[in-house]
């Protein structure tokens, strides 16, 4: 296993730190003479998506420009090693046509038309809404709605501070579903495997190639094969993880849990669990199922009834549902109880993200790890909190005390974060209005699925008072705002970074490189878009900013929050804003750091990163604290509670920690789930998809017996679609681009441009002898797509897929989307409500600042897929369910390739249908959602119940 080491010994090769101020390397534009380049090399984090690896910036010392970046060595997650998107930075902050000042636009909505203006005014103009907002009462119609974050708490901290409940997030779009299918569990919303210690290792979808953590993950998931570790992977299809598998397990998607419980019950059935574990360390004795009640009788008759309870699940059954052979499922069962607490497992999006039910698999997966004792162990599954490190500010704001139903309605009392997906809908039946709108690296008309009816809502000043776009590339969704304001990329900004990569916890530090570097030069700024290119600034700046703007004199109470902790009344900056983090709640960097005659503050400016500790497992099992003890008492379930507060539980005698569940152990039996009128989900169960063969049938009018309509909406298709059903997965990542800003990165794009209809050559056969290239017509329920066919065996039969990171547009035929990755496109409004969008010309090469430009020799944008879905929200996680049932058919004779029509009435007729799925609130005590689930930017208690008991 690769282990890391400060000293960058775990690299081959990279440059010693003590060389970083004056590295040397011979110039490759000379070549072939010997001709050296002084760089100074600065480390900061990548931001092209999750993981947050460690980017050293190379600054040619003649140009002052950043020539290159590579991996950082000393950052411990990603030990010097990137993604391709890493080093693509390069292309972003060189791309000539980014947004560099601020703009407002100066015609219509959309209309395109847009002058520069000035950070001043921005603010004047924002902080006056925002201030009469706030002081009418009215604080909820502020919202702030974040794509990528790529930064922790700074935006919890300034809501907070303005006292309004207006954060939303893309999450329900993203990973809602596994989300809850995890914290049922254990509380903890994420996995933290420990790929690199793991016997076995089994990944639902992509995830070694393409998946969350992607780079810090899979060199581990690569260390622990290499160690000796078995791969499986459930994927429909062959991915290049599933490529890399000692098992490709081609599930029919959405029927993944049906396989895992199939293998719970050859564990079960085989006595090959760990009763010790399940015994101590789940909520057994609460279970009630099939009229079976545990408490008071034995743990053996508890396994009895769960043996009985799972009968129904046999390997014939699973393979019935899925296609995986019976075989194959009771052999990677019975490796996966060998490897016993080393067996290790990943499941984000995929079958998650993709099916109604898709918190499932995640209740499903964890029983496999419950099973074999496999949670909290060397090689096992962890919890996301217990890697991840989060620490603390000065001064932190009260919680909010209202509560936004645009943000958190009453419908969907179980989800996980914000029902972001479905704002349109809800403010077109009238549930609210927003007043000042901050999208921040975000772009829902292109990210989201039923992008028009986005679009409907920003036009529509009525809807949407004001909005600014906070981004550093333009969007399709920018061209709708009022303000386009340019954010820095890797390189040009301050954020804090932690994920759980591994079994321990790290800090990284983002820090706009050319002003570290002028500022070490003696030069200094007040703001960092004095440093970077044009007036590119940073979130940080700009919400401190802000808030000064909202209130000037102090007199809302705002102030005092973006107040300097060292110079008091003074307005606080970014230096004093980490120095006092570094200085006050990383344990033991301030004592590293002095070791190096540094402050903190200057260690993280030099190395980037810190490790704040590792090999952490196990933290269930840590002692209740001697303060907590004291005055406690033990309740009659083993809970040990101090002033009514759960603070740990008993288990074989000893009070620990525990988990931060009600019952403080795994709960293997979910009362929430009862409480909160799902009585049938309180076990991990199999609940079958929206695009499972019986709905399917379903929509041509013949359901069978596996149809439900109280868990499950019927399709209704639009009178013109025409062709045979099947299903389409819409949401595989390519490994070199995201999600939205890499339009201008031109390596990365010139590398992948296509995104066709992947088509089993069983079902081409059937479509009357498809050929790679051929024309199709994909409708959905809303309308429809076309675009070419690729004929691959690399897909289970039934399924058709299309990746997501293509099919980029733009509406001027000269800016918005960089033209090397989008089509120019004639958009129309051909009816109410009915919107036609054909391609008028794609890429080509063209001139520009950049003379790589006029190379570009593809002549493909894709075709954007996602906006011909209509929103799907699961009626228990609220997450949207990407996956399409569609109908195929060859393109007729007056489509084009890129052409798309999509009915938003139809999109909000398919909205209340699945609406009508859910089970709402109020739940017990008149509450809007359980108080022990977390919420993002959590309110004060009050304002958790609809009515006061
Ligand atoms: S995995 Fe790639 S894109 Fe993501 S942070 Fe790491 S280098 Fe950047």
């Not at 947050?52 to 600054?59: I, N, P, R, S, T």
């Not at 396989?259 to 760990?274: G, P, T, W």
């Not at 990569?501 to 200094?524: D, M, T």
Request: proline share 7%; glycine share 8%.
């Amino acid at each position: 296993m690769t282990e890391f080491k400060r000293d960058g010994s775990h690299l081959a090769y990279c440059p010693p730190v003590e060389k970083w101020d004056d590295w040397v390397e011979l110039d490759p534009q000379a070549w072939p003479r010997r001709v050296e380049k002084h760089y100074s090399l600065v480390p900061t984090i990548c931001f092209n998506c999750e993981s947050a690896c460690g980017l050293l910036a190379y600054v040619d010392k003649e140009t002052g420009q950043v020539a290159k970046f590579e991996g950082n060595p000393m950052h411990p997650a990603s030990r010097g090693r990137l993604c391709a998107k890493g080093p693509a930075t390069i292309n972003q902050i060189h791309d000539p046509d980014r947004v560099l000042y601020p703009m407002k636009r100066s015609g219509a909505r959309g209309a395109g038309k847009w002058a520069r203006t000035s950070w001043d005014e921005v603010l004047e103009t924002f902080g006056t809404r925002i201030r009469k907002a706030i002081q009418e009462g009215r604080g909820e119609d502020v919202m702030y709605h974040v794509g990528r974050p790529g930064h922790d708490f700074i935006m919890e901290r300034t809501l907070q501070a303005w006292g309004i409940d207006g954060h939303n997030s893309h999450t329900n779009v993203c990973s809602s579903s596994a989300r809850l299918g995890y914290l049922l569990w254990h509380y903890a919303d994420r996995p933290s495997p420990d790929h690199a210690n793991a016997r076995f290792i089994l990944l639902l979808s992509a995830h070694l190639e393409s998946g969350h953590y992607f780079n810090p993950h899979a060199q581990r998931i690569i260390d622990g094969k290499m160690a000796g570790a078995k791969l499986a992977v459930m994927d429909p299809r062959l991915s290049n993880t599933a490529s890399m598998a000692d098992y490709w397990m081609p599930t029919y998607p959405g029927t993944e849990a049906a396989v895992l419980l199939a293998m719970a019950k050859v564990i079960l059935d085989e006595n090959r669990f760990d009763a010790i574990f399940v015994k101590n360390w789940t909520n057994w004795e609460e279970l009630e199922v099939d009229g079976f009640r545990a408490q008071g009788q034995s743990f053996d008759a508890l396994i009895e009834a769960l043996k009985k309870h799972y009968a129904q699940f046999t390997p014939q059954f699973a393979e019935k549902e899925s296609g995986v052979k019976a075989e194959i499922i009771v052999k990677t069962a019975r490796e996966i109880a060998t490897a016993g607490s080393r067996f290790a497992s990943h499941l984000w999006r995929g079958s998650a993200s993709g099916n109604l039910g898709g918190w499932q698999p995640a209740r499903a997966l964890m029983l496999l790890h419950v099973l074999t004792g496999s949670v909290g162990t060397e090689g096992g599954h962890n919890l996301n909190a217990w890697n991840k490190f989060v620490p603390k500010t000065f001064k932190v704001p009260p919680p909010q005390k209202r509560w936004n139903e645009l943000l958190y309605p009453q419908e969907w009392p179980l989800c996980t974060h914000e029902m972001s997906f479905l704002l349109p809908h809800f403010l077109k039946e009238g549930r609210g209005r927003i007043e000042a709108y901050f999208t921040r690296v975000f772009n829902p008309v292109w990210t989201y699925p039923d992008g028009f009816s986005w679009i409907e809502m920003l036009r529509d000043e009525q809807k949407v008072g004001l909005h600014a776009a906070l981004t550093p590339t333009w969007s399709e969704t920018a061209w709708f705002a009022d303000y386009v304001l340019p954010m820095g990329f890797s390189s040009e900004r301050h954020d804090l970074m932690s994920q759980e990569s591994y079994a321990g916890k790290w800090i990284g530090f983002r820090q706009p490189v050319n002003r570290v570097l002028r500022e070490r030069a003696g030069e200094k700024f007040e703001y960092t878009y004095q440093a970077n290119p044009g007036e590119v600034w940073e979130e940080d700046e700009f919400w401190i900013n802000l808030s000064w703007a909202i209130d000037p004199d102090g007199s809302m109470g705002i102030r005092q929050y973006f107040e300097s902790p060292y110079r008091p009344g003074q307005k606080l900056t970014v230096d004093e804003y980490y120095g006092w983090i570094f200085e006050n709640s990383v344990p033991g960097l301030p004592e590293t750091a002095s070791k190096e005659g540094l402050t903190p503050l200057q260690y993280m400016r030099k190395y980037g990163a810190f490790e704040v500790t590792r090999d952490v497992y196990k933290q269930n099992e840590k002692p209740v604290a001697a303060a907590d003890l004291a005055g406690s008492k033990v309740e009659s379930n083993g809970v040990v509670t101090k002033d009514g507060k759960p603070v740990g539980v008993m288990v074989d005698n000893n009070a620990v920690v525990g988990y931060n569940t009600p019952s403080r152990k795994l709960e293997l039996f979910s009362k929430t789930m009862a409480d909160w009128k799902w009585p049938e989900f309180t076990l991990p169960e199999y609940y079958r998809s929206h695009i499972h063969r019986s709905a399917q049938a379903a929509s041509m009018g013949q359901p069978g017996e596996d149809f439900d309509p109280q868990y499950m909406p019927v399709v209704e298709w639009p009178k013109d679609a025409h062709g045979d059903v099947y299903t389409l997965l819409p949401i595989f990542r390519l490994p070199n681009l995201i999600h939205t800003r890499s339009g201008n990165a031109k390596f990365l794009y010139e590398i992948s441009h296509k995104n066709p209809l992947w088509v089993n050559p069983v079902d081409a056969r059937k479509l009357g002898g498809v050929r790679t290239g051929d024309l199709m017509k994909v409708h959905t329920e809303i309308g429809y797509f076309v675009l070419h066919a690729w004929v691959t065996e690399g897909l289970t039969p039934g399924v058709v897929a299309c990746s997501h990171h293509l099919g980029r547009w733009r509406i001027n035929k000269e800016d918005q989307v960089e033209r090397m990755s989008s089509a120019w496109v004639n958009l129309k409004e051909v009816g109410k409500g009915q919107w036609k969008m054909r391609q008028l010309e794609s890429v080509s090469p063209y001139e520009s600042a950049d003379r790589e430009t006029s190379r570009v020799w593809w002549s493909d944008a894709g075709v954007h897929q996602d906006i011909t879905f209509p929103v799907h929200p699961d009626p228990v996680s609220g997450m949207h369910c990407w996956h399409q049932m569609v109908r195929v058919e060859r393109a007729g004779a007056d489509d084009k390739y890129g052409d798309i029509f999509v009915d938003t009435n139809l999109s909000f007729a398919v909205y209340q249908r699945w609406k009508a799925l859910a089970r709402p609130a109020p739940g017990p005590g008149g509450l809007r959602r359980p108080l022990w689930i977390p919420r993002v930017v959590r309110p004060e208690e009050a304002a958790y119940y609809i009515k006061k008991p």
